[in-house]
């Protein structure tokens, strides 16, 4: 089944070329634009689309601001924020309002496909600089500097694991990277997500938000 994508960009000439770029793609369905946050609301309650992709500056409202509308009255909607903005401020606010996704407009077109495709399995990606930024801050929050694991902490090995997975990395991705078996990722993955009983990338991302990792 194709992924139904909502264009949204306050530039025609950006659409044109993501369409073009993405048009072609056997698994993707463009199936409206938008140019304003107004728009694109009104495009999510008429075509429900499976993914929006979001630029932040839209002359209405912020991208951001209709990401809160469009996840508050459609939960199952992802979006995936296509932005020129990689400052700090941005990333953890659209992460609040229920974005799936953060690529900036610089990344290579397989990050953005890749980016949509995963928000469409109900997943999160974050481009690699975000996603380290969002694990460092998570680690430095649960554990005080220079303290050792004890009772529900992470080992050294689970953090290296959560850095992985947080950058959308696969079981055998991080085992390649870490020169362990894929059955030991698979076991570490369990301990870590058991330990902080979460069961998602999507749900570590919400979690660091509910601890004030992420703040608006």
């Known amino acids: 089944m194709k992924i139904r994508l909502l264009l949204v960009d306050d530039h025609a000439v950006v659409r044109s070329g993501l369409r073009m770029l993405l048009g072609n793609e056997s698994d993707v369905d463009i199936i409206g ?20 992709l979001m630029d932040i500056g ?3 409202m912020s991208g951001i601001e209709a990401t809160k509308v469009i996840k508050d009255q459609f939960p199952q909607t992802a979006v995936v ?3 020129i903005h990689e400052d700090e401020e941005y990333f953890f606010r659209m ?32 481009y690699p600089s975000m996603a380290k930024l969002l694990v460092r ?11 050792k694991g004890s009772g529900s902490d992470l080992t050294e090995r689970e953090e290296q694991v959560l850095a992985c997975l947080a950058e959308g990395d696969t079981n055998e991705a991080i085992a390649e ?3 362990i078996s894929p059955k030991t990722v698979a076991r570490h993955r369990e301990n870590l997500m058991h330990k902080l009983n979460l069961h998602s990338r999507a749900e570590l991302v919400r979690y660091a938000i509910r601890r004030g990792i992420i703040k608006a």
Not at 38 to 47: G, H, M, P, Y
Not at 101 to 115: F, N
Not at 137 to 147: H, M, N, T
């Open 81 to 83: 924020a296509l932005t």
């Open 58 to 60: 839209l002359p209405d």
């Open 95 to 126: 992460l609040e309002a229920g974005a799936s996704g953060y690529v900036p407009k610089r990344a290579a077109p397989g990050e953005l496909l890749t980016a949509i495709r995963t928000a469409a399995a109900g997943e999160v990606y974050l």
């Open 137 to 147: 801050d998570y680690l430095s929050q649960e554990r005080p500097a220079g303290a």
């Open 33 to 52: 634009e938008a140019g304003t946050g107004q728009e694109a609301l009104a495009a999510v309650r008429q075509d429900r689309p499976q993914v929006v």
């Open 177 to 179: 990277a870490l020169v």
